[in-house]
């Protein structure tokens, strides 16, 4: 079935750093991709989508483009903040009407003072 | 308003007792799902209702019921609860299927003794 594999487990930077998350997905044909991210005691809110090869999405510094031709779509941001500190999911929606969306395990950034 | 709603936020169930979370939603939204979070994992689809379709996964199918008596409202339902079942289960809703963003809950974490 579909999966999604993203860094697992937490990402500790310095602030200003560069941040990357990387996710891998498994499926067939063109799925749709989604980064959403959870602060702490809330639950996962829609980052942003990416729909077709070569496109990039982009919300709050954050961007990732989508490769077929390597299956991925990883996060980054120039420069992360004390406010970034939170989980971030990478998710897919497969082809087909009747579907939901299959998440990653979750990275949590840990901004830390320079 | 863009507010998916969970009650209780905290649920304290026995082993073999039944457990009922329930879920709202105001935004006239045509999906509502549930997912089960355990640590260090994945959200796991545990079903969801597309209008008055529901949709449950096989792996789930015996383990967990559901309710969507009108558009707003969506229930999960553990007949029997487990040790197993302890987790964050967390409700969203989407405009319609598929490739739509879901707005979430902030969860009900469910504890079992």
Not at chain 1, 12 to 41: K, M, R
Not at chain 2, 4 to 20: C, D, E, M, S, T
Not at chain 2, 29 to 56: C, E, G, S, V
């Amino acid at each position: 079935g579909d999966s999604v594999t993203q860094t697992e487990g937490q990402v500790a930077l310095s602030e200003e750093d560069f941040l990357t998350i990387h996710c891998n997905y498994s499926a067939s044909g063109y799925p749709a991709l989604f980064w959403y991210v959870q602060y702490p005691g809330e639950g996962p809110q829609f980052l942003f989508r990416a729909s077709r090869d070569k496109e990039k999405g982009s919300s709050r510094g954050f961007e990732a483009t989508y490769d077929k031709g390597t299956t991925s779509f990883h996060l980054r941001k120039a420069s992360v903040q004390e406010s970034d500190s939170a989980v971030y999911y990478c998710a897919l929606a497969p082809t087909g009407f009747a579907s939901a969306l299959t998440f990653g395990s979750g990275t949590k950034v840990i901004p830390c003072l320079p | 308003d863009t507010t998916v709603k969970q009650n209780p936020r905290y649920k304290l169930a026995r082993v073999g007792k039944p457990v009922n979370l329930i879920c709202s939603q105001t935004m006239n939204h045509d999906t509502m799902y549930w997912y089960q979070k355990k640590p260090n994992q994945a959200p796991k689809l545990l079903l969801f209702y597309y209008d008055k379709i529901l949709n449950r996964e096989a792996d789930t199918f015996e383990k967990f019921q559901s309710s969507r008596p009108n558009n707003s409202f969506c229930s999960l339902y553990i007949g029997s609860a487990g040790l197993e079942y302890s987790a964050m289960y967390l409700c969203a809703s989407s405009r319609g299927q598929g490739a739509e963003t879901l707005y979430f809950g902030s969860g009900t974490r469910l504890t079992v003794l």
